[in-house]
């Protein structure tokens, strides 16, 4: 038991420090992401564990790290400031184009060096620290669908509307199941120009009766950093009937009637058993007698000699 034991602690080391552990050379705190003198720049999901809290990321004074991969930090909805000074990324060739677009589609940076004539980036910081962000609303914070029936639910954008927005919509199940209800588009897009789009809910109806507080729950994923999101409620309201269930009624009455019944059987059986020993025995001593009364039986002819012994006919001395 010991060694099992002892194993599964190292398993569980082992499986937690590769989920869970900050790579070598960061620190991993809950809003900021450190890491300096690194060998090798980590992969973006081990270095970002939560995403969706990251404010800060500083990866400097790297002398290996010369690339930074494609939409390395795409991923991060809430970050607001970046640094990757000290580091020789190399901007001769089209590894490392991406950053400068990036930087110009989520907002005005400090950039240090041009990734077009061959020259080193050296620095990009406070990346949204002076941005107004751009919000991603529902047009209502829940909604009520009754079931059979389809909601329309809109989604819409503030600010700057000269490119299209792709958002995806999530669902986070609580009572509800996924065979409850149906969305008819998860992938939107609000168009160049526009400022809106929607998608319908509609709740399946079933024969069932569903629970109170049968619903689920919207978010909005948008594919840029600086968007601000939002979540709705969404109720589902079941049509099907309530079913009375009479209760059962129970009674002194009743209760004293069910033990007499037990009693009763219970006595029944044993005198049924006293009834059946009493016949087998009274069988096996009229065997016995019969057999007497016909001289049957093991018995021996004995005769006693002038000495006053006896033997049996066998001349077996008996005593």
């Given at each position: 038991?010991?060694?099992?034991?002892?194993?599964?602690?190292?398993?569980?080391?082992?499986?937690?420090?590769?989920?869970?552990?900050?790579?070598?050379?960061?620190?991993?705190?809950?809003?900021?992401?450190?890491?300096?003198?690194?060998?090798?720049?980590?992969?973006?999901?081990?270095?970002?564990?939560?995403?969706?809290?990251?404010?800060?990321?500083?990866?400097?004074?790297?002398?290996?790290?010369?690339?930074?991969p494609d939409n390395f930090f795409s991923d991060l909805p809430m970050l607001t400031t970046l640094d990757v000074s000290g580091n020789p990324i190399d901007?001769?060739?089209?590894?490392?184009?991406?950053?400068?677009?990036?930087?110009?589609?989520?907002?005005?940076s400090t950039v240090t060096g041009d990734c077009s004539d061959g020259t080193e980036l050296n620095m990009y910081t406070d990346l949204i620290a002076d941005?107004?962000?751009?919000?991603?609303?529902?047009?209502?914070?829940?909604?009520?669908?009754?079931?059979?029936?389809?909601?329309?639910?809109?989604?819409?954008?503030?600010?700057?509307?000269?490119?299209?927005?792709?958002?995806?919509?999530?669902?986070?199940?609580?009572?509800?199941?996924?065979?409850?209800?149906?969305?008819?588009?998860?992938?939107?897009?609000?168009?160049?120009?526009?400022?809106?789009?929607?998608?319908?809910?509609?709740?399946?109806?079933?024969?069932?009766?569903?629970?109170?507080?049968?619903?689920?729950?919207?978010?909005?994923?948008?594919?840029?950093?600086?968007?601000?999101?939002?979540?709705?409620?969404?109720?589902?309201?079941?049509?099907?009937?309530?079913?009375?269930?009479?209760?059962?009624?129970?009674?002194?009455?009743?209760?004293?009637?069910?033990?007499?019944?037990?009693?009763?059987?219970?006595?029944?059986?044993?005198?049924?058993?006293?009834?059946?020993?009493?016949?087998?025995?009274?069988?096996?001593?009229?065997?016995?007698?019969?057999?007497?009364?016909?001289?049957?039986?093991?018995?021996?002819?004995?005769?006693?000699?002038?000495?006053?012994?006896?033997?049996?006919?066998?001349?077996?001395?008996?005593?």
């Open positions: 038991m010991t060694k099992i034991s002892a194993l599964f602690c190292i398993l569980l080391a082992f499986f937690s420090g590769k989920t869970f552990a900050c790579p070598s050379g960061c620190t991993c705190l809950e809003t900021e992401i450190t890491c300096t003198n690194l060998n090798t720049l980590p992969d973006a999901s081990d270095l970002f564990t939560n995403p969706n809290q990251v404010e800060t990321v500083s990866i400097t004074d790297s002398p290996s790290v010369t690339e930074i901007c001769s060739g089209s590894d490392n184009d991406w950053i400068k677009t990036w930087l110009a589609a989520v907002a005005t941005v107004v962000p751009v919000s991603l609303t529902f047009d209502d914070t829940s909604y009520t669908v009754d079931e059979s029936e389809t909601q329309s639910v809109v989604v819409s954008r503030d600010g700057d509307t000269s490119t299209p927005l792709n958002v995806r919509v999530m669902v986070e199940l609580s009572e509800a199941k996924e065979e409850d209800f149906m969305i008819s588009n998860k992938q939107l897009t609000i168009a160049t120009g526009e400022s809106s789009t929607s998608f319908d809910v509609t709740v399946v109806d079933n024969t069932k009766k569903d629970p109170e507080g049968w619903g689920f729950m919207l978010k909005l994923v948008p594919e840029s950093i600086i968007i601000r999101s939002s979540s709705a409620s969404v109720s589902l309201v079941d049509n099907d009937p309530n079913v009375t269930v009479p209760p059962v009624v129970t009674t002194t009455q009743n209760i004293d009637t069910s033990v007499i019944w037990i009693v009763l059987v219970v006595l029944l059986v044993l005198v049924v058993v006293i009834v059946i020993v009493i016949f087998i025995w009274k069988k096996k001593q009229d065997r016995k007698r019969t057999s007497a009364s016909s001289g049957q039986g093991d018995y021996a002819a004995v005769q006693k000699d002038g000495d006053g012994k006896v033997y049996s006919a066998t001349t077996e001395e008996i005593a």
